[in-house]
């Protein structure tokens, strides 16, 4: 189980390099590894009119705000969440995507605690 110092060192290894993450609102977290991730979630209508801060970038945050906000997203998110930190280049992981915090990782006793 996994509390929130935990989470946030997790995220810390992605965001010091990411070029920006995203949010669903729901349960969706992705740590955007490089700027094809950025462009394809905003094609997928993150960040746009609607839901501005559902995608923001490098350029808007530093690394240590990201990792904030992440975990400001994962407190408020619901029983499915996860952290996704995803890549372009899919030789990573499965198809670029690595699970930074997993699906039931942490569980709901300990987000009274985050």
């Known amino acids: 189980?996994?509390?929130?110092?935990?989470?946030?060192?997790?995220?810390?290894?992605?965001t010091s390099e990411a070029k920006g993450i995203a949010f669903d609102t729901c349960?969706?977290?992705?740590?955007?590894?490089?700027?094809?991730?950025v462009d394809l979630m905003r094609s997928y209508g993150y960040g746009d009119a609607n839901d501005p801060d559902s995608l923001l970038t490098s350029s808007q945050l530093t690394a240590q705000e990201m990792t904030e906000k992440v975990i400001e997203w994962f407190q408020h998110s619901c029983g499915l969440r996860f952290i996704n930190a995803v890549y372009s280049d899919n030789s990573i992981g499965s198809s670029g995507f690595v699970n930074v915090?997993?699906?039931?990782?942490?569980?709901d006793d300990e987000d009274e605690d985050m």
């Open 27 to 37: 349960h969706k977290i992705y740590v955007l590894m490089d700027d094809e991730q």
């Open 101 to 107: 915090v997993a699906q039931f990782e942490a569980d």
């Open 1 to 14: 189980m996994l509390d929130v110092l935990d989470i946030a060192d997790k995220v810390d290894e992605y």
